[in-house]
């Protein structure tokens, strides 16, 4: 992975705990890898597709903010997102997506477009929170969710 400069998320249950995590080499997403070029790419959460295309490192990239929001200080973010390495993308900006719906192939797609890994798919959640972007886990997204639900 590429070199990142300091950054933060929030990956543990206290989701009020934005961790600073140092620069070094890190992969911002979670890597679902797939044995075949071209296993589908479904979409989590409902949302709009905000920009596809090739993005430097990432490959094909599909940019989506998703319907859903994560609370944080009493304050309700939008949850953004990006698929990245995919083989192609069924989807276009402006396009909404469905929790579920098929959205485009598994690639190992980077610069330039070419095959540079293995087959797989990188999936990134997100926050704006004020001038920093707050990475977010998917099992603390998918938490927060739960716990709104049972209000």
């Known amino acids: 992975h590429s070199w990142k400069p300091t950054s933060y998320a929030i990956f543990s249950s206290n989701s009020a705990s934005i961790k600073t995590l140092n620069p070094s080499k890190r992969n911002y997403g979670i890597d679902y890898v797939v044995a075949t070029s071209g296993d589908p790419i479904h ?22 903010d998703f319907f859903i929001f994560f609370q944080l200080s009493s304050k309700f973010y939008r949850i953004k997102g990006a698929y990245a390495h995919a083989k192609s993308f069924s989807v276009q900006k402006g396009d909404y997506v469905k929790q579920g719906q ?8 980077g610069s330039g477009g070419r095959i540079t890994f293995a087959v797989h798919v990188d999936f990134r959640l997100w926050i704006n929170y ?6 977010l886990s998917p099992n603390v997204v998918e938490k927060q969710l739960r716990q709104q639900e049972n209000r």
């Open 130 to 135: 004020g001038s920093r972007t707050v990475d």
């Open 102 to 109: 098929y959205i485009g192939m598994m690639g190992g797609t």
């Open 43 to 64: 979409n989590w959460y409902p949302g709009r597709v905000t920009k596809v295309g090739a993005e430097g490192s990432y490959g094909n990239r599909c940019h989506v």
